[in-house]
């Protein structure tokens, strides 16, 4: 790559020696960035950044233009190949566009299309997403595609050929006839979204790098020596426009040559369009900057060009860029940035998360100061550090995230975060299961992060059932300070419920009926209530059966809990922890104080074996909500029960889940009893 900061033979640089050497600064800094990015595929700062170097030294260059020498990054597209591919001049340059960051840029670039044009009237404009992804040429002769090449720095590209013919979306045989003789098509390479992700899932389970964005793994992958290792990434391909053609005619238009294109066998961004004047282009601009999100590729912006093809000629082009056309940049969705802190939140199930505190960017058309980190895993995976010069990203309405780290600029001495050991809401103890990427915080009844939610699932109808109790009221309790844990609904008064929104006298009533009745229970509701991490209502009836007290829960040891029926090391675990929390009992004490109370369950049979089941037959149909069916075959097992595959008049029970299949109508048509779900765990309960 030649030395940019330098003249050439017999120049000589004047001006300002300040501006001299900022010009100097900044082509090494862009070519630097080039080679990281299109030969190490390593890029080492966000677009928006690049962007941002390239626009100075465009400016500096047009207020001091004695400064300009051929082999400055504005003179030229791209990077040079590298040597493991054939190089390949390109019969027409492939030249890049000119961008636009706002409707001012574009309305200017409209105006000057018009003067160089002498019309007042509105210039049919076709227009196009700007994809994500690299630029090809591809030559079709005879209709058969005999070479493909990258843009290279727009003059000299590489020989992709091996590489490109692996695309299924590029035809290795044009379809139809009348096509001409030598046809050269230009397009984007891209790799949709879904492929990307599972690409980087792949290389992540095989502990190898994953790519940044889409753009850089399509680079890359085009990049391969092997074929087959192109052929196994998810690449795609739009064409964009034509470049040379021989022995045979285009029409007159580039909306037209698509549409011809397209017959061929080409594929054509279904998002294309052709639009008329200024307003029509920024209009649609912002149509596609709606469905940005929404679309299965990455863009950046959307094209806009003058659709004859007369009128391009007439226009001609700058040193580097046609006049005929212009790319619309939409904010960047990636910045740089550092990190000035980071904390840990807590969400509403109790999960611990590392939240990065950003020095203020603009990024996706919004300043962002803060980014998630996602879990611990996922901090150390990255190793994120405070202080860190980081990319943040962010997309549309999606949580700005910390993209990665670039540790070149790494201060020293940058310690690790730890996660923490206490809950940064309560106080309780953070534990994580080993195996899982989450924390959480075992605070459940007490935390005031996890109320809301803790306190819906204590009322729900499989807990403790408490009608009239819906998410909206318990909102509304919460907000109004009225209620921090579950053992604050029983303190409730009618007086208190009817100042809330549409909680009158008779409602109000009416909740604190259903209050009492609620009071009424079986110790198996009433720990599945508690919401205990990965307790259920079959693993709460076990526990329930076996140890028979609340109080003998409470002191149970972790070996102790192992010994309940389906209660393995993990949910022992969590059921220690949640009991050795003195929140936690102080709310349980708290519940049980206001009049709580169940019936003494029975105990098992002295042998161990409860044969309650004894002699009875099930099917299982359907999917159950509350257990896998595995799980409800094992305790109608351990019960005395027998399950079987296949409905027959020697059936007892039919126990039906959602989206039951045929056994289900087999057993009405037997007459063989049927038990919901609900039936079916009231049947356990008892």
Known sequence: MAGSGEQQEGQVATGPAGVIQRVSELRREIDDHNYRYYI?????????????????????????????????????????????????????????????????????FDQRVRDRLETDGPITYAVEPKIDGTAISIVYEDGKLRRAATRGDGTTG??????????????????????????????????????????????????????VNPRNAAAGSLRQLDPELTAERPLDFFVYSTGVVRGGEMPGSHSASLSKLKGWGLKVCPESDVVDGVDGCIAYYDEIGRKRDSLPYDIDGVVYKVDVFEQQQRLGFVSRAPRWAIAHKFPAQEEMTTIEGIEWQVGRTGAVTPVARLAPVFVGGVTVSNATLHNFDELKRKDVRVGDTVIVRRAGDVIPEVARVVSERRRKGARKPKLPTRCPVCGSDV????????????????????????????????????????????????DAELVATPGDLYGLTA??????????????????????????????RFLYALGIREVGEATAQNLASH????????????????????????????????????????????????????????????DGKDQTFGGMTFVLTGTLQSMTR?????????????????????TDFVISGEKAGSKLKSAQNLGVKILTEEAFLELLSQ
């Open 431 to 478: 534990v994580r299961t080993e195996g899982e990427a989450v924390a959480r915080c075992s605070g459940g009844l007490y935390c005031s992060a996890q109320r809301v939610e803790a306190i819906k699932h204590f009322a729900s109808r499989r807990a403790m059932d408490i009608e009239g109790l819906g998410s909206k009221l318990v909102e509304q309790l919460v």
């Open 630 to 650: 595995n799980d409800a075959k094992a305790k109608i097992q351990s019960l005395g029960g027998k399950v079987t595959g296949n409905v027959s008049k020697n």
């Open 495 to 524: 007086a208190q419920l009817s100042i809330l929104d549409r909680m009158g006298e008779k409602s109000a009533g009416n909740l604190i009926a259903s209050l009492e009745k609620s009071k009424r229970t079986t110790l198996a």
């Open 40 to 108: 190490l595929d390593d890029p080492l700062v966000a677009d928006a950044e690049y962007d941002r170097l390239m626009s100075e030294l465009t400016e500096l260059e047009r207020e001091f233009p004695q400064l300009v020498v051929p082999e400055s990054p504005t003179q030229r597209v791209g990077a040079s190949p590298v040597d493991g591919f054939e190089q390949v001049r390109h019969e027409l340059p492939m030249l890049s566009l000119d961008n636009a960051f706002s409707n001012e840029s574009v309305t200017d």
């Open 158 to 211: 590489e020989d992709v050929t091996h590489n490109v013919r692996t695309i299924a979306s590029i035809p290795l045989q044009l379809r139809g006839e009348g096509y001409p003789g030598f046809l050269e098509v230009r397009g984007e390479i891209f790799m949709p979204r879904a492929g990307f992700e599972a690409l980087n899932e792949r290389a992540r389970k095989a502990g190898q790098k994953t790519f």
């Open 547 to 606: 140890l028979r007290g609340i109080e003998s829960l409470a002191e149970a040891s972790v070996e102790t809990l192992q010994e309940v029926p389906d209660v393995g090391p993990i949910v022992a675990a969590h059921v220690r922890t949640f009991f050795q929390q003195k929140h936690n009992a102080d709310v349980i004490r708290q519940l049980l104080e206001s009049g709580i109370s169940w019936p003494q369950p029975e105990a098992p049979m002295a």
